[in-house]
C-alpha cells in the first residue's frame, strides 16, 4: 500500500499546454509538499500546505497553482508550459513534527517539447 | 552563499572501503539535520536524522557541529547497493516548515 502516491509517473506535453500532477498520501500526515528537481539534481521546495492551508509558497511563477481539497491530498496544476518547467516534480508529507523529516511520492517526470 | 553546501563528487570507492561525506549549512537557526538516500530515478529516502551528540545506525555513523556548522556522515565497509547519491538536509524550524537539501553527493562502489 504506496504511502504518498503521485500521477502520472511521466508526462510529456507540449509547450502551452495545462496539466495537472495529482498526490495522495495515507499515512495520515498533516503537512504536504510540492518540490522540483532541475536538471542538476537540486531539489527545491514550492509549495506547503498543513491541513488544506498554504504555509509555503515560494517563489513559483504563478503558472503553478496548488489545490489541496483535503489533507490527504495536494495537487499541482501548470498553465501554459513552458521548457523550463521541464523536471521531476516530487510529491512529500510530513507529520507537523518535522524531525521525522518527509516521505516522499515516487515523482512525476514532466518533460515540455 | 547556497544554503546547504555538498561536494558533489563522484566518490569512486572499492567494496569494503569507508567513505565520509561532508555537508555545511549557511544558517545558524537550522534546527533539524538529515541524510537522504537518492537512488537513480528514484525518489529521496530518509537514511538518517543527526543529533548534536552523533549517531550511528549500523555501518552509517553521523555527526554534527553546531558551532562549524557542519555535518557529516561517514560509511564503513562499503556495499555494492551503498551507490546512490547522499543529500545532506537542514531545517529552520522543527514545525511544518520546509527542508532545504543540498546538491547531493554522488557515490559509486564498485567491485
Known amino acids: 500500500d504506496t504511502a504518498v502516491s503521485q500521477t502520472p509517473k511521466y508526462l510529456v506535453t507540449q509547450m502551452g499546454n495545462d496539466k495537472s500532477i495529482k498526490c495522495e498520501q495515507n499515512?495520515?500526515?498533516?503537512?504536504m509538499y510540492w518540490y522540483k528537481q532541475d536538471s542538476k539534481k537540486f531539489l527545491k521546495i514550492m509549495f506547503s500546505y498543513n491541513n488544506k492551508e498554504l504555509i509555503i509558497n515560494e517563489t513559483v511563477p504563478n503558472r503553478f497553482s496548488p489545490k489541496s481539497p483535503d489533507k490527504a491530498h495536494l495537487n499541482l496544476h501548470i498553465n501554459s508550459l513552458e521548457l523550463g518547467d521541464s523536471a521531476v516534480y516530487f510529491c512529500?508529507?510530513?507529520?507537523?513534527?518535522?524531525?521525522?523529516?518527509?516521505?516522499f511520492g515516487s515523482g512525476t517526470r514532466l518533460t515540455v517539447v | 552563499r547556497k544554503e546547504v553546501e555538498q561536494d558533489p563528487g563522484p566518490f569512486n570507492v572499492p567494496e569494503g572501503a569507508t567513505v565520509a561525506f561532508n555537508c555545511t549549512y549557511s544558517?545558524?537557526?537550522?534546527?533539524?539535520f538529515f541524510w537522504y538516500r537518492q537512488d537513480c530515478r528514484k525518489e529521496p529516502k530518509l537514511l538518517m536524522s543527526v543529533y548534536s551528540s552523533g549517531n550511528e545506525d549500523g555501518r552509517f555513523t553521523a555527526q554534527l557541529n553546531r558551532a562549524s556548522q557542519y555535518i557529516s556522515l561517514l560509511i564503513r565497509d562499503s556495499k555494492l547497493s551503498d551507490s546512490a547519491t547522499y543529500l545532506c538536509?537542514?531545517?529552520?524550524?522543527?514545525?511544518?516548515?520546509?527542508?532545504?537539501f543540498g546538491q547531493g553527493t554522488i557515490l559509486t562502489v564498485h567491485p
Open positions: 538536509v537542514v531545517t529552520q524550524g522543527t514545525s511544518y516548515g520546509k527542508l532545504t
Open positions: 544558517n545558524s537557526a537550522s534546527q533539524s
Open positions: 512529500a508529507s510530513s507529520q507537523t513534527d518535522l524531525n521525522y523529516g518527509y516521505t
Open positions: 499515512l495520515g500526515h498533516d503537512t
